[in-house]
């Protein structure tokens, strides 16, 4: 079965704090994405990366850097944690871009500002 | 760019009854369709998926069917239990945002005994 971990189930962080989520998973996949789930507003598309070192802006990439220095791990840092920030973060990868490739997501990392 | 519609929840029903959870979406090309599944507390797991038209996807019970001349792929189920109680996810990959997976606003099923 493919595992996506995320390293952080809970975090309670206060506002100017530098943040990092970490996201592993094991099936070699290319592809790796941070979203973040907010009521209302489904899953949004935070930054996604298709290669080692390679990375793209999703929908909202503002507040946010992402690091992807081997296959496996993408992390997610926040340079300075703001309480709009406070949310449900998941991770997701896939084998690569060929069509209907299923994604998969970790179990998520709830983040609280305060 | 690309949108998914789903129907407006919470939904609410007694065990047995029958499940439909709308769905639409505005793409172009040809997208591969997807159901996840978010139970409590837990991430997303997928549910089932078409990648072409008139394809149906089937899990669990579940059926939906990607029906590209109106654009939708609804979520269906004849006799939901307790333990389908969940939030549910239609998603599309592809069309104009190649690699991204597009989500709808997500829709809370609740069911009772």
């Known amino acids: 079965d493919v595992k996506v971990t995320q390293s952080s189930r809970y975090l309670v962080k206060r506002t100017g704090e530098k943040v990092f989520l970490e996201c592993v998973q094991d099936?070699?996949?290319?592809?790796m994405f941070w979203y973040r789930q907010d009521p209302g507003l489904g899953l949004r598309l935070i930054y996604f990366?298709?290669?080692?070192?390679m990375k793209e802006k999703g929908d909202i990439p503002e507040g946010y850097s992402v690091s992807r220095e081997k296959k496996e791990r993408f992390s997610l840092i926040l340079e300075s944690a703001s309480t709009n920030q406070t949310s449900m973060y998941l991770c997701?990868?896939?084998?690569?871009w060929g069509g209907g490739n299923t994604i998969y997501f970790g179990e998520g990392s709830w983040l609280t500002v305060v | 760019g690309n949108s998914v519609t789903q129907m407006e929840g919470p939904v609410t029903l007694s065990e047995e009854a029958f499940l439909t959870i709308n769905c639409t979406y505005t793409?172009?090309?040809?997208?591969?369709l997807f159901w996840y599944v978010q139970y409590p507390g837990e991430g997303l797991q997928l549910l089932l998926k078409?990648?072409?038209?008139?394809d149906k996807g089937s899990n669990k019970g579940f059926e939906a069917t990607y029906r590209k001349e109106t654009t939708s792929f609804h979520l269906e189920k004849g006799s939901v239990q307790v333990s389908d109680s969940a939030v549910y996810f239609c998603?599309?990959?592809?069309?104009?945002?190649?690699?991204?997976?597009?989500f709808g606003q997500g829709t809370i099923l609740t069911v009772h005994p």
């Open positions: 990366s298709y290669d080692v070192k």
């Open positions: 099936m070699d996949h290319e592809n």
């Open positions: 998603a599309l990959l592809g069309g104009t945002s190649y690699g991204k997976l597009t």
């Open positions: 997701a990868s896939n084998l690569d």
């Open positions: 793409a172009t090309g040809y997208p591969s």
């Open positions: 078409a990648t072409k038209a008139d």
